[in-house]
């Protein structure tokens, strides 16, 4: 048995609670990055937006937060995106 497997076992992480303690952090965390943006852009007495419009990995990673996070917890399940099914082009 190697660490990673020790370590699971005395966590008790199963599958769902780990599921679960990941849902929590991609929920929270784009939250607490937007509200330490919102401290950032009052503290220069500037607005978010042009905090956001001035960096480009900025806007990247607010578009691409929530975007993990519904692909997530759509169906409950990891399995990745579901695409559309039609004719192909």
């Given at each position: 048995m190697n660490w990673l497997d020790r370590l699971t076992k005395s966590a008790r992480l199963m599958p769902k609670r780990i599921l679960k303690i990941y849902?929590?952090?991609l929920f929270f965390?784009?939250?607490a990055y937007l509200?330490?943006?919102?401290?950032r852009a009052g503290a220069a007495k500037q607005t978010i937006t042009y905090f956001?419009?001035?960096?480009p990995a900025t806007t990247v990673s607010i578009?691409?937060?929530p975007v993990t996070f519904?692909?997530?917890t759509s169906a409950g399940s990891t399995a990745g995106p579901s695409w559309p099914t039609g004719a192909s082009t």
């Open positions: 849902t929590f952090v965390a784009p939250m509200l330490l943006l919102q401290l956001i419009a001035a960096s578009i691409v937060q519904s692909w997530v």
